[in-house]
């Protein structure tokens, strides 16, 4: 198969977009930046997720604003290098913000629109103008048979989903509209975005073997589920170079998919050995797998999912007991500690 070569294409495509001289703004130096809430028809209430860990949040609400009607309320926090920030507001509306250090950001709300302006506003705007979903839906339609054809899932990657979005940050870099840093943070949120939805579709495969969404009689040999598998690790080895960003992305929900099927189909013996001394009780034990900067994403946001869901049948304090052992000092740790004791304080 050919298809290590598209991914190869893939990534140079990706890097023309990502590897550009960074801006004053992208020199690890913390600032303040303002986002600015404007209710412009009627009284908002705006949910606002910050970063947990340096971590992109959308589990749990750092900040909730009433905004009067005509009134409008600044909002400061104080980003290292850039930040995705969920903003929730009411009638279900959501937003999320690329947000640079020193950035002055108004987000004008009424019932019908959300409209953002300041620095780089267009892309804020393209940003959430994506539908990660439109890709999934658009990938599924190149996955008919068996065998399947993976060069032609990933000319549809590269000409169908990195060259259109490539072009556009382009054109709004040249305009002066966005950064250079800018363009170069919101092209890895897509990119992981793109490859998540990869991921997952390949996964639903795996798990369900003949799904009915894709086509009728569509059934996995043993030969094509080892050949996905090792899609999977291509996908997955080909962005290790930007892992360390992977974190922060808005767009990386999805990557927690790829650990929970390496772990499905581990051997027997070395399944084993990586859950030797972990108490199986905890669940989540795919994510062993993991680095620990996304073990405790993704085990944080398990459990604070949870929290907030109030599910009876789950040991709370044993949970935070593990995550307090592995990481003593982390906002999740604290964050959760605060919640056990508020749920305790009800129950009395």
Request: with cysteine; net charge neutral.
């Amino acid at each position: 198969m050919k298809n290590n070569h598209f991914i190869v294409a893939i990534l140079l495509l990706f890097c023309i977009v990502s590897c550009k001289s960074t801006s004053t703004k992208d020199s690890g130096v913390s600032q303040k930046s303002t986002l600015i809430f404007k209710a412009m028809q009627e009284d908002v209430s705006v949910n606002i997720y910050k970063p947990i860990d340096d971590t992109y949040n959308s589990s749990h609400i750092s900040d909730k604003l009433n905004i009067k009607l005509g009134k409008s309320i600044n909002y400061d926090l104080v980003v290292n290098n850039y930040a995705f920030i969920l903003c929730e507001f009411s009638k279900g509306k959501r937003r999320v913000l690329l947000v640079e250090p020193g950035d002055r950001i108004e987000i004008s709300c009424d019932p019908q629109k959300i409209t953002i302006s300041g620095n780089n506003a267009e892309g804020n705007n393209f940003l959430n103008e994506i539908s990660i979903g439109d890709y999934i839906n658009l990938i599924k339609q190149h996955i008919t048979k068996v065998p399947i054809d993976y060069d032609d899932i990933y000319y549809c990657f590269q000409q169908e989903m990195i060259l259109p979005y490539k072009d556009a940050l382009k054109k709004m870099e040249a305009s002066g509209s966005i950064t250079s840093s800018f363009s170069t943070s919101l092209a890895k949120n897509f990119y992981f975005g793109c490859y998540g939805a990869l991921l997952l579709i390949y996964s639903q495969v795996l798990i369900y073997n003949q799904p009915d969404y894709l086509i009728k009689n569509f059934k996995l040999s043993d030969e094509d589920v080892q050949n996905m598998l090792q899609q999977m690790d291509d996908l997955y080895n080909s962005s290790s170079a930007m892992n360390n960003d992977i974190q922060k992305m808005a767009n990386n929900v999805l990557l927690d998919v790829y650990y929970a099927m390496k772990y499905k189909y581990m051997d027997g013996a070395a399944k084993k050995r990586l859950i030797a001394g972990y108490d199986e009780d905890l669940g989540y034990s795919y994510l062993l797998l993991a680095p620990d900067s996304l073990q405790l994403k993704y085990y944080g946001q398990a459990l604070l999912n949870s929290l907030q869901d109030k599910d009876p049948g789950l040991n709370y304090e044993k949970r935070l007991a593990y995550l307090s052992s592995r990481f003593p000092d982390s906002e999740y740790v604290a964050i959760m500690k605060k919640k056990i004791q508020q749920l305790s304080a009800i129950k009395k």
